[in-house]
């Protein structure tokens, strides 16, 4: 009878599985109200999330920055000016920036300039939008909390300056591999101007003390309609209201990771991201200018 030696899995001569996740695929944040599973396409759609403090917006934006940093080919721009609640995920950063709006306007220049490249290519190849097989990496700009760079830090001009290019980065970035998720405690019409907000197409709405602010998440007139984040229980953290494109808002119920669930996430990540020393052929080189340039 042939023996057939037992190997470990985890030996020394094992190189670990990547989790092979995608900004291309879907994104798992929940469970709608029936129980399904919640998906979002990212990588071709803007994220807002707003709602009073404690209701569960960090949570959410805390686990796409998890999705995109266990995605492969994914670069990560961060803006948080407490520092603390994208924290984890600073040491896989391009970019991580803090109450510095100097520093958050000259990274939003950067970024414009990467996209008005990514579209320059796309004529050249007569496309519209980018794919994965392009093998562009996908840069997500993360935004927490939109508040204090619109209306708190630097001076009226500088605010004004850091507005404006948000509003050309997600008009621009849906098409061209970089989607923007922003977060807010104070969903007001001097922070989420209409002219930003329809700029995302997926809004969700956490529980908002007036049906004015969950109006300026949503937009105008889908409180009138019943759909207002003031009938969420306060005590039901997570709980929220979301509009995707194409369809009616629906309740859902995001998923929730503890502080240390978080850490681990990104201790993983920035291992799995670690350089490896194994040469793979360089992708097609052809006008992409990218953030180290």
């Avoid at 569960?56 to 670069?75: E, P, Q, Y």
């Avoid at 993983?268 to 020393?277: E, L």
Wanted: aromatic share 8%; net charge negative.
């Amino acid at each position: 009878m042939t023996t057939i030696a037992a190997r470990d899995p985890l030996g020394i001569d094992r190189v670990p599985v990547a989790p092979g996740l995608s900004m291309f695929d879907p994104m798992f944040i929940g469970i709608d109200e029936f129980g399904h599973h919640v998906s979002l396409d990212t990588v071709y759609h803007n994220l807002l999330v707003a709602g009073e403090p404690g209701g569960g917006k960090s949570g959410l934006i805390n686990l796409a920055a998890a999705h995109a940093a266990l995605s492969d080919n994914t670069r990560l721009v961060l803006l948080d000016a407490k520092y603390v609640e994208l924290g984890p995920w600073r040491d896989i950063a391009d970019a991580f920036i803090g109450n510095d709006i100097e520093a958050a306007i000259s990274v939003l220049k950067r970024l414009l300039k990467v996209a008005t490249n990514r579209y320059l290519w796309l004529l050249a190849h007569r496309r519209r939008k980018v794919d994965r097989d392009d093998n562009l990496s996908t840069i997500v700009t993360m935004i927490d909390e939109l508040a204090m760079f619109s209306t708190v830090l630097g001076t009226k001009d500088q605010r004004e300056e850091f507005a404006t290019l948000l509003r050309g980065l997600v008009s621009l970035g849906r098409a061209c591999g970089m989607p923007v998720i922003a977060a807010t405690q104070r969903p007001s019409w001097d922070i989420i101007p209409a002219s930003l907000r329809d700029l995302f197409g997926y809004r969700a709405a956490f529980r908002c003390t007036t049906n004015g602010s969950s109006d300026v998440i949503l937009g105008a007139g889908w409180a009138d309609l019943g759909y207002t984040a003031t009938d969420i229980d306060p005590g039901n953290r997570g709980a929220a209201w979301l509009l995707a494109e194409g369809r009616l808002p629906y309740r859902i119920k995001a998923a929730y990771l503890t502080d240390t669930d978080l850490y681990n996430i990104a201790d993983y990540a920035a291992w799995m991201r670690r350089p490896s020393g194994i040469t793979v052929p360089a992708p097609p080189t052809t006008n992409q200018w990218e953030m180290a340039a």
